[in-house]
């Protein structure tokens, strides 16, 4: 890989981080339950969720891309339907301060790692990024152990830099999730950027 393919990858997931969804509202309702130090193991467990995906898609849709060109379209067109589901969902309706109370726990540290990783898992945000975004910037024909140790060397930095803001944000910033037009705003932004990816990824070759 070169230097721009691993530039595009840590922007890409950046943003694609940052977008609010299940593991941001998550990592907020934890914050603001449980402090910051049990919301900062989930986002760990977040992490090495995030770590499974590239890993697999690594290992796997290396293969997929190679073989099957039908199956690599569908998985592609797969993630365009569902971004433009997402953002639907996040103008309609979005991050609520219902759902972010109903995520607060008191669970120890090894209890949130393990939420984090259950949730990236199940996220399937976080599997779009991988099995439909992933692939059109990585070279999965030509990726080197040295270039995935590089991704998942990035994986970690880039996740980091986003969660922890939110995190010391949301531990702070009570008013924020209690005003209606603060989340409007919030989940409309959101939902442009989704929809903006979506048509990214569509317009891809």
Do not use: H
């Amino acid at each position: 890989m070169t230097l721009t393919g691993f530039v595009a990858y840590a922007a890409t997931l950046g943003i694609a981080a940052a977008i609010p969804g299940p593991g941001i509202t998550a990592l907020v309702a934890r914050a603001l339950g449980s402090g910051f130090r049990s919301s900062l193991a989930m986002s760990f467990g977040l992490i090495v969720g995030d770590l499974t995906y590239l890993t697999a898609v690594v290992l796997g849709l290396a293969f997929v891309a190679q073989t099957f060109g039908l199956v690599f379209l569908a998985i592609k067109w797969a993630g365009v339907a569902y971004l433009a589901f997402l953002g639907w969902r996040f103008w309609t309706s979005g991050i609520s301060p219902e759902n972010v109370e109903a995520g607060k726990s008191q669970d120890g540290l090894a209890s949130c790692v393990l939420a984090g990783l259950t949730l990236t898992l199940g996220n399937p945000k976080t599997m779009i990024f991988y099995l439909a975004i992933t692939p059109t910037i990585v070279d999965l024909k030509t990726i080197t152990l040295a270039d995935y140790a590089i991704l998942a060397m990035l994986t970690v930095v880039v996740l980091l830099v986003v969660l922890v803001p939110y995190l010391a944000l949301a531990a702070k910033a009570r008013w924020f999730l209690k005003s209606p037009r603060a989340l409007k705003a919030l989940n409309r932004t959101a939902a442009g950027f989704m929809v903006g990816a979506a048509a990214a990824i569509a317009a891809r070759q």
